[in-house]
């Protein structure tokens, strides 16, 4: 078992995970799309409530598609989407990314979407999705920068959430601004450079449906979440700064003319 205590920051809540069963492999690894072929066998590390792998698995069926997550619960949720989605060829475990339960040289491509970020040692979690890749194969990482996060209007509280959240990922050994960082922790962890590609995508929220279903979702974050518990716990904020922060997001997604764009560094590595 692993030693190390990382601390998720968003947590599972409902609004957390409203936010992951919104995610797909067009809008969440379109980067990765053209390496999958039919057979592919692939690891999904962190995989959350499951929406990106099951996408995933139907791209490469019949190849068998694996999907880890450190948490029990969320595991099930996954399990039961796969279910009702009818894909026989994907299952769902709990697993560590630091110690993951495969032997070596297991998968075609092993895919990590929002999950270094979060860790207090993201290179030892790549040399470990490197140890489960086969030689030749595919890790694949994708993460979110948040100091390139950028909307429109301005506006005074959302600039004030964005350094909170800095502070609480700081105080969790985390890194926010994992986007621009992933190159250098791939070549940090002895991939070779020859087969690295880096590249961006991004998430845009500007339709008036986009606008509400994000500033909705981010104002009960601000409030409910693991992110509202640790701001509160760290003694970074309390609870009356964290309802102004709410009411920052829903005043934001009330402007007819609001825009959010989400910027992420993205690293396809040959094993």
Known sequence: MSTREDVYTHGHHESVLRSHRWRTAENSAAYLLPALVPGTSLLDVGCGPGSVTIDLAARVAPGAVVGVDQSEAVVEIARTAASEAGRGNVTFEVGDAYELPFEDDTFDVVHAHQVLQHLTDPVAALREMRRVARPGGIV????????????????????????????????????????????????????????????????????????????????????????????????????????????????????????????????????
């Open 140 to 271: 694949a990482v994708r993460d979110s920068d948040y100091s390139a996060m950028t909307w429109y209007p301005p506006s005074a509280g959302l600039e004030e959430w964005n350094a909170l959240y800095h502070e609480v990922t700081e105080a969790n050994g985390a890194e926010a601004d994992a986007g621009r960082r992933l190159l250098s922790w791939v070549r940090e962890a002895g991939f070779d450079p020859s087969g690295i590609v880096p590249t961006a995508g991004v998430w845009c929220y500007a339709t008036p449906h986009d606008r509400e279903w994000w500033a909705d979702l981010w104002a009960e974050r601000a409030v409910a979440s693991n992110f509202a518990q640790q701001a509160i716990q760290y003694g970074l904020a309390d609870e009356v700064g964290l309802e102004e922060l709410a009411e920052a997001w829903r005043a934001w997604g009330a402007q007819p003319d609001g825009w959010f764009a989400v910027l992420h560094g993205e690293v396809l590595a040959r094993a």
